[in-house]
């Protein structure tokens, strides 16, 4: 790990409420204990014997998450908010019910609102009236997918959100959303803080591609891979049941290619898994086309997994970005259907194609159980933070353990997947594809 | 009904062989029967009281399917073949399957070939292996989507296929598939009379668009729905999470839009259900583009589902056909898509569209629970209908009964959605879209 | 068909109301139908050619279901009540989904109130308040199992009953239930004319067993055998990876084994299909101890799949009946797995048998998109033949056309599978079960 | 931790042979890597800033599981043997699959031979055949529940077990079990030890109740908490929709109470999470019966999940074993059921009680999808452990890694349910049932 990372946590102050969380603090009770202060864990678990180990510094510990028996903020003062920013993801709705639920029946909260339609609800401008949120409005949410207080790309003037923050005397602010999100919130509380206004800005990680760094699994995406799944299990069908069919699927996976590579294991029907992190030709002798040639006349048929960020560099992007600020990608599936057409018609290879997109199926399922299970947790454990006057960060997994991440960190950089680790090397030996598709 | 119809079954010749299925004759014994050679249905059930009735001439009558007591061929001569052609649809497996069941257990029929990637595996030309069908080969084939035995469009050579039939002494064959097929089904029938060989030829009606006439439901029907339905969740939950959401979903229906419309009737987030029966125009007072902007600034999203062939009149066609004599449609999604975007450009109203096109998905589904019984009961009655020397016929429901149709009169005309019945009224209703969307 | 079966139609008095559904009387203009008076369908389709046929009387006509143009309500004065009773379904929801919508949207009737709990609900000793319904209510309730009504069990007081409609001036009631139900409903009626009160009683019939006679499919039927379909697949892995394995399933079936049947159908893997029709002895050369031994020593493993009504003559029945008036049955299920067991302790065969009972789960799951597009249909037309002032009858299906039916006939007896018909006839195609089971 | 857990893994011997397995050792060259022997990681991943550290011994760490450079066995040399044992888990065609597919195609290896039936197939007096595993079987089996080798309960005569594996020159074992089967294993490998035979033998831990300690998640464990989901759904709904309605599940969990504390997490519908680890009463100020009383006259239904383990002590328990070892336990399911009618009958208050077991229904379950990929690394990296001369070693999942652990620590106690751990506090939160209900 880069010497400059350091795991501290902002808080907006001490905590000096007594927490109407009732817990105890004694080991061997048989009751649930709350979480101390000093409670952290390791990042990095790699050993070897007889290493000699320094003390460890608070910055390179990550906190716990979990409920603490002093928190900031006296529960009465408290109106919290919730938005959801960005593309659509399993579980959403999950979240926003674990918040409300640990808010209302924990802390006693019951004053919370729902921004709707992303940042922009904060902007008088769109003039969206907000959502009340309480238990009965969020009673069975969780069984259907998307968020039920709507979404939308963009970050928006931050004074302005600044402003309705501060008339609506909102002091915790929940925002869920990727990493243009985060940055969003970050710079939000950025304002609030120059203002002196004191705001818990804490962020939940929705990423369906996987992608933000140190945040082990992000939530909806084993939710992702099932319904992945289903998609390859008709492009094999497909590909299986005509002459010399080709069986073509894209996913989502702009930067990282989690989604294919996992889809990939969890089914042995893919036999090339192409992905933002993996580099590969189409054209000359270890290109994609005379590998997928050489298996379709051996084995009549083929299935074809593509992330959506692969093989950008085969195709002219134009640059340009959307407005959460990702860049546009060109259209990986469009243009695999199309080159790969044009090369059988020139060989004079009769081919059968069928090209499935299952991405909105995929991003608008409802959360599968264990999913649920991750929400719940992520959006119980986003409460006690903020009450705990954390603040500018994220609750994330690491090691297995919920800890507190500091959103600063978390958008310093992108996780990929490791051409050189475990999943790849699983993905490879379960394709069966070449380890290198450059000439 | 018109007079020309003409119900009556041809047949290869007089039943002179005792079963080996062994049932009773007796009703009232308490064991299942045979169906004797005079249990007829009628077709038109529709009655006035008073209405006065003449005798009924056999050719309006429908023959029953099942099992006779007497049979045209002897089971130890018999060498049977299957084949399947055109697209995928739910339940080729579980056709194939309860055909191979019942030659083998019922009639005692061992030599059961499988005909390859459609009537092509025919044809010496592809030199492509048959399949030896038996009971362990297709034990847990329904269990997966697509066809064990492939498919392709196209029919080919007659005179060729009609020779490979005699070389290898087959006297049943069952062919799968649609329009095209069983006009392929016909013409083989026909080239070998000429040549007196004595072949069954049965057909078990394939269209996933329910469209052959005289056929009350076609096998994969309902599984294609139960799926289409799911597309439609996805489509509302993306409409609906986002500032002015259109959900856009396309599915199977070239010339009849019983999918479409059976699926809007199955929720009831459909708001615009285009169909090819039903004329409608984009522009003017009483055109789409005018009832979506209006049900977009009420409502905030909308979700259209259109079936492949809706709208035809409003791009222009090709007028080329595929290799299975089917005209190449123009691609009414990608149409809606830019031309909605477009007009609401224009207006400078800011939509979100999300496009999905789950056909693929529908085709290679296996069939659900209930498709799965009507398809083992179409194979089951196809092999009785063959044993018994019904020829150029296929099975058919009518009435909720299954019953031999000649070939000749299913692909006479086509099936379609009758704009002012029950169904479509219906729709109407559930949708709320306008009667009349025609300037 | 008997002599004394009766069609005729029972009407509150003539149409006199334009009904304020816009249809149209003319074929051809491309706009939907009402239903005229006089449109009727056969009810027995047989025929044999030359068959000379008389007038029919309209009592041996079935009168088509579906919108009139005049009606017998005026929509501004109607109230109307829907309530549910007896065990759950899946489709329910659906039904009363539909009834909502097609009062309001097509009629503009916006009192409809449910009652809660059954009959019960009408008791004012119970005091269980009423539940207002329009769409937003039911927006979503389809994808739920179960009744939003909630339901229980029995008929209760039928003055009291008909004193609360009176009461709450309710002139349209809509009961969803079974035999018991269906003759509550009957008594409610006459109750009613003896009061000369004019209140439209519809049944909308309900029962999972499919044994309401003269309804050719119940709804959630489909559902509930796609439900028992997995359960069978659950007991026959079970069966096949232990020694001996036995797997034994009972799904509901208390007189009519249609679920088991069907359920056969659908999957290879039932060995033995016991239904109440068909009986069978355990002990003897014929019975199912030495036909389940032989299997299980051929084949290693064996599926069972009973009924909850079959072999109810091997027990000692108590005769008692429950609050609907159902008579108590002995549990099968349990019976079976103790006599099995014990028979093979006393034959010192190792056998391990797996009993699964899924009746909760197939009951309460909500219904799938087919039985969805049929619960909305029936519930639309129940409207349709409330407001035309139809009265004590039920909206059932026959030869696939929705008709009125007199509740008096529907209950006049039991519809049963035909030990001698097709159904039967297939299922012991697919078990392979002996024909006989009786020493 | 306490003092006497050593992690030191055994070997047969040095690793001498240049493993077929292509893999890079460089870093940087985005080839896969080759595990190193020194890789390790640490267990206790808790830490405080300032915590002095001192030097790591080997004992307490966990060796990294995954391909080495060089192996223990030449691969011509390898006969393989798979076996799987006691009760069903979703996944464990998975891990046969996996296994296959490694030792096949990674290392060459073609002599792979199941043992059927669990261990009694390797004892002559059952006399089963052996089945011959290659790519072609194992192909979809992973599509299927159960195990395609069959399992039974038992151990069996262990120096006649090791005599089988010596005739059949088995060098590698692989057994799929519980802590019964893991015990067994350790004996047979010691056996074998005795005598000098070098056999590497793996265990792939199978417990569907997660009760294996240092395994931070059994496989199959996923995919049976989605589907108690579904059994909690149905409880739900049967609850729900009755008069003072009480559904209640049953779930595995006969030590250890994770199936049933997770379901209670995916789904907010559990009002009382009874597991082992939970001391309860039924009687009294603070028992079952008050509290369910309370919450059936508040809302009129409950649902209540018991695991198979819970309120032992509230029954007698024979003391009797199975043939596992594992102790027969009392039915709670039932004794609940019978015990809380008998308590309203008591008070005379009306209650509809509905019992829904799962079990079977969970555990012949297919795998879902995160489980399919936790199954193909468990199976991949088994066969480079045994590959690498590891033996009594079990893979297991510690803090998000996969790693090599000794069976003799994995038997030596069980993991349960911490009471005052997050998931149990979770759990409390969710269902509202009181902390303690002990009198």
Request: charged share 20%; hydrophobic share 40%; proline share 5%.
């Amino acid at each position: 790990m880069e010497n400059e990372t350091n795991f501290t946590v902002p808080v907006l102050g001490p905590c000096k409420v007594q927490s109407p969380v009732k817990m105890s603090k004694i080991h061997g009770d048989k009751l649930a204990n709350y979480v101390a202060d000093d409670e952290f864990i390791l990042f990095d678990l790699n050993a070897r014997p007889k290493d000699p180990r320094r003390e460890y510094n608070k910055e390179e510990l990550l906190e716990k998450a979990g409920p603490r028996e002093m928190v900031y903020f006296n529960p009465s003062h408290v109106h919290a908010a919730i938005v959801t920013c960005g593309g659509l993801c399993p579980g959403l709705n999950d979240v926003i019910r674990a918040i409300v639920h640990c808010l209302w029946y924990r802390y006693g909260i019951k004053r919370i609102t729902g921004i709707r339609y992303g940042y922009r609800g904060f902007l008088s401008e769109y003039n969206i009236p907000t959502m009340e949120l309480n238990p009965e409005i969020v009673k069975s949410i969780h069984n259907q997918g998307g968020t039920i207080l709507g979404s939308s790309r963009g970050g928006g003037d931050v004074p302005a959100i600044a402003d309705a923050i501060e008339r609506m005397n909102i002091n915790i602010l929940f925002t869920i959303g990727g990493d243009g999100t985060l940055n969003g919130a970050l710079a939000i509380a950025r304002e609030l803080e120059t203002r002196n206004t004191k705001v818990a800005v804490i962020g939940i990680p929705k990423t369906i591609d996987n992608d933000i760094s140190f945040v082990e699994r992000s939530f909806g995406f084993e939710t992702a891979v099932t319904k992945a799944v289903e998609a390859i299990h008709s492009a094999h069908v497909e590909a299986n049941d005509s002459v010399h069919g080709i069986g073509l699927v894209k996913v989502m996976g702009r930067d990282a290619g989690f989604i294919a590579a996992s889809t990939s294991l969890a089914t042995s029907d893919v036999n090339f898994c192409l992905i933002p992190e993996f580099q590969f030709d189409l054209e000359g002798p270890n290109g994609l086309f005379v590998h997928l040639e050489k298996r379709l006349l051996a084995r009549n048929h083929a299935v074809i997994l593509a992330a959506e960020g692969a093989g950008q560099d085969l195709m002219n992007p134009t640059g340009q970005a959307d407005e959460s600020g990702n860049k546009k990608l060109g259209d990986i599936g469009a243009y695999l259907k199309t080159e790969i057409s044009q090369y059988f018609k020139k060989r004079n290879i009769e081919v059968n194609m069928k090209y499935i997109d299952p991405s909105y199926m995929i991003r608008s399922a409802p959360a599968f159980p264990t999913d649920s299970i991750y929400c719940a947790r992520l959006g119980t454990n986003a409460v006690h933070a903020a009450m705990a006057g954390r603040t500018k960060v994220l609750i994330s997994l690491v090691n297995n353990v919920l800890v507190h991440l500091p959103i600063e960190i978390a958008v310093s950089r992108k996780n990929s997947v490791d051409i050189e680790g475990s999943l790849w090397r699983d993905v490879l030996e379960t394709t069966g594809q070449p380890v290198v598709m450059k000439n």
